[in-house]
């Protein structure tokens, strides 16, 4: 997925655009979205001296029929995962519904294709706050997405969404998490959370499967 993208601002920079707009092949924008996020995003410039690397929309899942949280680092330095109600900087987005300045795109750089999918979207934003840019929700713009395969469940009374993942993504979302951990850009606290992140991912991959042998051996290999 980062060497499409690549691919694809590569085919717009020689078009003149001043914005460019990511998605997945399973999003799809709610009316005004992109209005919202232009005005955000003109209103960021106006006030920051052009820092802003991305304006992302709330993110509305499919399966699980709720907003997505988003990634926020504490000032204690502990990453969290939450709901996000006003328009402010957050830690990373996924990269579907992304809208960003050429101009910053081209400082900050394309998408680590070493990565391939999981996690580009989350290496791409730690990269750009490091080099002092900020991530801005747009909560006036949502989009609808679907998130992997799942569908939601209650648990002891608790709404869960049950991510099924292949193998193969079950490796990646640990590899990649840990590979971004040895990165300078990577922020206080990455380990600490995809130690978290790691073990509720194999619980997941174990409890709900698929190929529960396979996605076994595909932890091994990622935590080697």
């Given at each position: 997925?980062a060497a499409a993208?690549?691919?694809?601002?590569?085919?717009?920079?020689?078009?003149?655009?001043?914005?460019?707009?990511?998605?997945?092949?399973?999003s799809?924008?709610r009316?005004?979205?992109?209005?919202a996020?232009?005005?955000?995003?003109?209103?960021?410039?106006?006030?920051?001296?052009?820092?802003?690397?991305?304006?992302?929309?709330l993110i509305?899942?499919?399966?699980?029929r709720?907003?997505?949280?988003?990634?926020?680092?504490?000032?204690?330095g502990?990453?969290?995962?939450?709901?996000?109600?006003?328009?402010?900087?957050?830690?990373?987005?996924?990269?579907?519904?992304?809208?960003?300045?050429?101009?910053?795109?081209?400082?900050?750089?394309?998408?680590?294709?070493?990565?391939?999918?999981?996690?580009?979207?989350?290496?791409?934003?730690?990269?750009a706050?490091?080099?002092?840019?900020?991530?801005?929700?747009?909560?006036?713009?949502?989009?609808?997405?679907?998130?992997?395969?799942?569908?939601?469940?209650?648990?002891?009374?608790?709404?869960?969404?049950?991510?099924?993942?292949?193998?193969g993504?079950?490796?990646?979302?640990?590899?990649?998490?840990?590979?971004?951990?040895?990165l300078?850009?990577?922020?206080?606290?990455?380990?600490?959370?995809?130690?978290?992140?790691?073990?509720?991912i194999?619980?997941?991959?174990?409890?709900?499967?698929?190929?529960?042998l396979?996605?076994?051996?595909?932890?091994?290999?990622?935590?080697?």
């Amino acid at each position: 997925i980062a060497a499409a993208i690549n691919a694809g601002v590569q085919l717009l920079e020689k078009e003149g655009v001043q914005y460019l707009w990511i998605f997945d092949q399973d999003s799809q924008p709610r009316s005004q979205a992109l209005a919202a996020m232009l005005h955000t995003l003109k209103q960021q410039h106006a006030s920051d001296s052009e820092t802003t690397a991305a304006v992302v929309p709330l993110i509305h899942d499919l399966h699980g029929r709720q907003t997505l949280p988003y990634l926020v680092a504490l000032p204690q330095g502990r990453i969290v995962t939450a709901p996000h109600r006003t328009n402010a900087p957050v830690l990373a987005a996924i990269a579907s519904g992304m809208l960003i300045p050429i101009t910053a795109w081209q400082h900050i750089g394309p998408m680590n294709e070493a990565l391939f999918m999981d996690h580009v979207d989350t290496e791409w934003c730690m990269r750009a706050r490091h080099l002092g840019y900020h991530i801005t929700v747009c909560t006036q713009a949502v989009i609808d997405h679907e998130l992997g395969e799942g569908q939601a469940t209650r648990l002891l009374g608790v709404k869960v969404v049950r991510r099924v993942r292949k193998p193969g993504r079950t490796y990646t979302m640990i590899k990649n998490g840990w590979q971004i951990a040895t990165l300078p850009h990577a922020p206080v606290g990455w380990r600490r959370y995809m130690m978290r992140q790691s073990l509720m991912i194999a619980a997941k991959a174990l409890l709900w499967g698929p190929d529960r042998l396979q996605q076994m051996r595909a932890i091994a290999r990622a935590m080697i």
